[in-house]
């Protein structure tokens, strides 16, 4: 079993809102950075946001900033990625990654991924 599991993509028409959850597994999370990326067909993995370990700094990039929020909630051991407006363009698989110390928008500085779920957003 996988260290992360995400839940909650699907089919969603352009405007719509999605929630994603990421589920930490075999081990608490509390004191790990997290953050989600996405990968679209052809295309290399995309930092969409990321949070610290306490949850009081997150960090979004121009391409989802205002419509999606990421969230976290240690009692839980889980993050969850908000998405509103969504866009045909957000299609993607999204991955949620972790990784001890601070955050980063960098793919290469997380060690533990999930297996990834996908958003489809129609036009």
């Known amino acids: 079993q996988a260290d992360l599991v995400e839940s909650g993509g699907g089919l969603v028409q352009a405007g719509g809102s999605l929630r994603l959850s990421c589920a930490g597994s075999r081990r608490n999370f509390d004191h790990y950075a997290m953050a989600w990326f996405r990968q679209a067909p052809g295309k290399d993995r995309e930092f969409v946001a990321a949070i610290s370990w306490r949850g009081g700094s997150t960090a979004y990039p121009d391409s989802v900033k205002g419509r999606f929020i990421i969230s976290r909630d240690h009692a839980k051991n889980a993050m969850y990625l908000q998405m509103n407006n969504l866009k045909s363009e957000d299609t993607a698989v999204y991955y949620c990654?972790?990784?001890?110390?601070?955050?980063?928008?960098?793919?290469?500085?997380?060690?533990?991924w999930g297996q990834g779920t996908q958003v489809t957003v129609s036009s």
């Open positions: 990654a972790a990784r001890g110390g601070t955050f980063s928008s960098n793919s290469y500085d997380y060690n533990l």
